[in-house]
């Protein structure tokens, strides 16, 4: 009973992959090396693109509110208990410098 059920749906699912299945060539050589890398070569400049204009933005932005979140903390931490502890606040304000400045750098770093 069960494989009259699973028989079917099962051919259907077959034939549904073979119509809309499309074999892909590297290259007419078949240089499937060559392929990969012109493709990144096209790419590389929109991923540069949208790294820079949208990723390290969102980063800074969400470092930044963090920053002031915990520098607030931080503050009535030491006014509560007369110490103010530096290493939280300290840490993602490197992190928030070297984000803001990752842009001018990263790319030479990874040899784009």
């Given amino acids: 009973m069960k494989l ?4 079917p749906i099962l051919c259907v699912v077959l034939l549904l992959t073979c119509m809309f299945s499309v074999t892909a060539y590297a290259a007419p050589s078949g240089d499937v090396a060559g392929a990969i ?3 990144w070569n096209d790419a590389s400049e929109q991923i ?5 204009k949208v990723v390290f933005p969102a980063i800074d932005l969400i470092l930044a509110v963090f920053f ?4 607030g903390t931080a503050y009535f931490d030491y006014r509560k ?3 103010f502890e530096w290493a ?3 840490i993602l304000f490197a992190c928030l410098v ?15």
């Fill in 37 to 39: 890398e012109g493709t």
């Fill in 4 to 7: 009259k059920r699973i028989l």
């Fill in 88 to 90: 939280a606040p300290a």
């Fill in 48 to 52: 540069k693109t949208v790294v820079n």
């Fill in 81 to 83: 208990h007369g110490q």
């Fill in 68 to 71: 002031f979140a915990k520098l």
């Fill in 98 to 112: 070297f984000t803001l400045t990752a842009p001018l750098y990263i790319w030479q770093v990874l040899g784009m």
